[in-house]
């Protein structure tokens, strides 16, 4: 686990140009150099330097921070920004009651049993292929873990193409943790996660949750996760809907290759798809983000759906339960909001499934 003091080369990097401000959803709104990476490196060196102390008022602009990776794609000094600011984020926390509150209700004692007495609700959806084409190990991720949608979807897809889903009792992905700068916790799953992955016969890893998917994809160890629409994609599946259906695309911050996501549709009959304004922007949501800055990341959302709205498509789709969140939040109080639906929900909601 890195502290903040071997990022010190990495701060030192920032050559202070300013190109993270054009990209980056909070400077947007706020226009506050502290919010964007530039700002939060002039105080993290300072804090290095022993002229700052990593105070309050500097934990609330590390708070200030999507973690949606813009900055990071747009850095010519190529600074991974969101490992920095986990890394201060955990310095933080460790130290403050709030923080350590915060680790507590993270742990596996209350997060973990919270989620297994949740999923004590739901009815498990057994999927069955017999001598298999393709086995999908499958990281359903905490949010499809309680709700059943994506795995009916899934079921449903899949019906009668030999692929086989295989299922192992993961632990939450990380993402939250390393949000909030838990890295204790995140190292414990990701290290429970990685032996249930090495240990399973499987094709493919696949996620249906976008966060997940980068975030096993950040595990090193050459593990590699695909989404399981771009598996979906590949296979000779075609979609037809009766009535003329016009969607748009939310790309989810954490999902990194979304081609899958046209070709898809175009194996739809009668989906016209209509791309919106600055479709790959975060939605605002972001988890904590949402609970500490409530403000901003509603003024983020509620753009996103007014950038859906112009496209007069009637369904917006995305590929994260995160994603859902943030357009729902941002279609409050607005008028004439298309539908808010996952993709993978879409699709098996074709009146015909046709397995060619
Ligand atoms: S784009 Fe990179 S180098 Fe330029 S100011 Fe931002 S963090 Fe620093
Ligand atoms: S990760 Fe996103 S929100 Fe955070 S500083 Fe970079 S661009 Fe801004």
New binding site residues.
């Given amino acids: 686990m890195k502290k903040l003091q071997d990022f010190a080369g990495d701060i030192n990097k920032c050559s202070k140009c300013g190109l993270?401000q054009s990209?980056?959803?909070?400077?947007k709104i706020t226009g506050n150099d502290c919010?964007?990476?530039r700002g939060?490196f002039v105080m993290l060196d300072g804090v290095l330097k022993g002229d700052l102390k990593l105070n309050k008022n500097i934990e609330k602009y590390l708070d200030?921070?999507?973690?949606?990776?813009?900055?990071?794609s747009f850095c010519p000094s190529d600074i991974d920004?969101?490992k920095i600011?986990e890394a201060a984020k955990y310095e933080c926390a460790k130290k403050s009651f709030w923080g350590r509150l915060i680790f507590f209700l993270e742990s596996e004692l209350v997060f973990g049993n919270v989620l297994k007495f949740l999923k004590l609700f739901r009815k498990r959806k057994i999927y069955n292929a017999q001598n298999p084409v393709l086995k999908l190990l499958y990281f359903k991720g905490c949010v499809n873990e309680i709700n059943p949608a994506a795995d009916k979807a899934i079921a449903k897809i899949l019906k009668n193409t030999g692929i086989q889903i295989v299922e192992k009792k993961f632990d939450c992905c990380g993402t939250p943790f390393l949000s909030s700068g838990n890295l204790e916790r995140y190292e414990k799953v990701k290290e429970k996660n990685l032996r249930l992955i090495k240990e399973t016969d499987f094709d493919y890893l696949v996620a249906d949750c976008a966060s997940c998917q980068d975030a096993l994809n950040n595990y090193g160890e050459n593990i590699q996760c695909s989404n399981i629409l771009e598996i979906i994609s590949k296979q000779n599946i075609k979609f037809k809907f009766k009535k003329l259906r016009r969607v748009t695309f939310h790309k989810p911050?954490h999902l990194q290759d979304d081609d899958f996501v046209k070709v898809l549709l175009e194996k739809c009959e009668n989906v016209e798809y209509v791309q919106m304004k600055d479709y790959d922007e975060?939605c605002g949501f972001a988890g904590e983000f949402a609970l500490k800055n409530p403000k901003i990341s509603r003024e983020i959302s509620s753009r996103k759906i007014d950038n859906a709205i112009a496209t007069g498509a009637d369904i917006i789709l995305t590929t994260c339960p995160a994603c859902v969140l943030g357009l729902i939040q941002g279609a409050i109080g607005k008028k004439s909001v298309p539908k808010i639906q996952s993709l993978i929900e879409f699709l098996a909601d074709a009146d015909e499934i046709i397995n060619c």
């Fill in positions: 993270c990209v980056c959803p909070v400077y919010a964007v990476s939060k200030l921070c999507l973690k949606c990776g813009k900055c990071k920004v969101c600011f911050c975060c």
